[in-house]
């Protein structure tokens, strides 16, 4: 919290501190009274951060997914789009990061690693999002040379057995031994990128298996573990809720 001064001639001082991270010269600030306080909002908007959905197309059929209520067709990013999507991810002077992901996996799209090394190329923080069935030998090499920043994988149980049950089509030991073979190509390339973070769909049926999952993602580094709660789209689903109606 930062402290704001007013001056003899009506004037608000700024600290030099909050000037320099967060402010440029020129930038108009808005003071607007909200329930008997004063906030100042600042005036220069712009986008910090951008989703990409690549593809619709998955290579699983998790309990959790949207996919199982949709009737539209299943589609990937034409190379024309991509294009035109760069053009404007160009024009975005504030433009940090950008994370592909969405309700398709990635890794499905035939060229995702030609859009991932044209998003490098910007300059930007990349975050990929993936259910890690495909991330093989070949893949991890690519990621850690293009210097991907984080790899978001999907862990929804510590047993096999739990695991395969939310994702359905997924094999628990050889999502394991993807993320070990990244680390390892990692290890191999002397860097820490990409970093690895574990994300949990918090369920009735898998919750009592958190404390694994996190277990897990310790002895695969130092790493994040996302927590999340169930998004339900189907009367199945609603039945798994961990929170009040």
């Not at 700024?14 to 100042?40: F, I, N, T, Y």
């Not at 984080?150 to 628990?172: F, H, I, Q």
Request: glycine letters at 8%; aromatic letters at 4%.
């Amino acid at each position: 919290m930062y402290r704001v001064t007013l001056d003899a001639d009506g004037r608000l001082a700024l600290p030099l501190d909050l000037r320099r991270r967060a402010l440029r010269d020129g930038d108009e600030l808005l003071l607007e009274e909200a329930e008997g306080k004063w906030v100042l909002h600042l005036l220069h908007v712009d986008v910090h951060k951008v989703y990409l959905e690549l593809t619709t197309r998955c290579n699983l059929n998790c309990r959790t997914c949207v996919r199982n209520v949709w009737e539209e067709p299943l589609e990937a990013m034409s190379d024309a789009t991509f294009e035109r999507l760069l053009v404007g991810l160009r024009e975005l002077p504030e433009l940090r990061q950008v994370v592909l992901g969405g309700y398709g996996e990635p890794f499905t799209h035939p060229h995702v690693l030609d859009y991932l090394s044209a998003l490098k190329g910007l300059g930007l923080r990349v975050t990929v999002s993936s259910n890690g069935t495909l991330l093989d030998r070949e893949r991890a090499e690519a990621l850690v040379q293009l210097g991907v920043d984080v790899v978001t994988v999907s862990l929804d149980g510590a047993s096999p057995e739990t695991y395969a049950d939310v994702r359905r089509g997924a094999n628990l030991r050889l999502v394991l031994g993807n993320l070990e073979g990244l680390n390892r190509v990692k290890a191999e390339r002397g860097t820490q990128f990409p970093r690895l973070a574990i994300e949990f769909v918090a369920l009735k049926r898998n919750i009592a298996e958190l404390p694994a999952v996190v277990e897990q993602a310790k002895r695969l580094g130092d790493n994040r573990v996302i927590v999340t709660h169930v998004l339900p789209h189907t009367p199945e689903m609603a039945a798994e809720i961990l929170y009040g109606r």
